[in-house]
């Protein structure tokens, strides 16, 4: 019992870190950085849990935040998937109109 806590208290950090380093990269790559707003929710479906991340901005800053055909949200993307590691999550970043 004791070793689930220290692991979802291990999840709980993981995911603040990934939040506040998704939020940082946002407001580098923008005009209007403190526009950035992120909300979080989290999802459980079957074994695995899935955060959901969704980041609004100023609707002159989307397309610097999706990119050229998606490469900057993808790219955003696929280093918070390896910042989860092995652990039994999903992330899923939505850039919100």
């Not at 696929?78 to 970043?93: A, C, D, E």
């Amino acid at each position: 019992m004791e070793q689930h806590n220290s692991d979802n208290t291990l999840t709980i950090e993981l995911e603040k870190r990934i939040i506040n380093w998704i939020e940082s990269t946002c407001k580098e790559l923008v005009e209007y950085p403190n526009e950035i707003e992120i909300k979080t929710e989290k999802k459980i479906k079957g074994n695995g849990r899935t955060l959901i991340v969704m980041i609004n901005c100023n609707d002159k800053d989307n397309g610097k935040l999706i990119g050229k055909h998606g490469e900057v949200i993808s790219a955003i993307r696929r280093i918070t998937v390896s910042m989860l590691g092995t652990l039994n999550k999903r992330i899923n970043i939505l850039v919100m109109d």
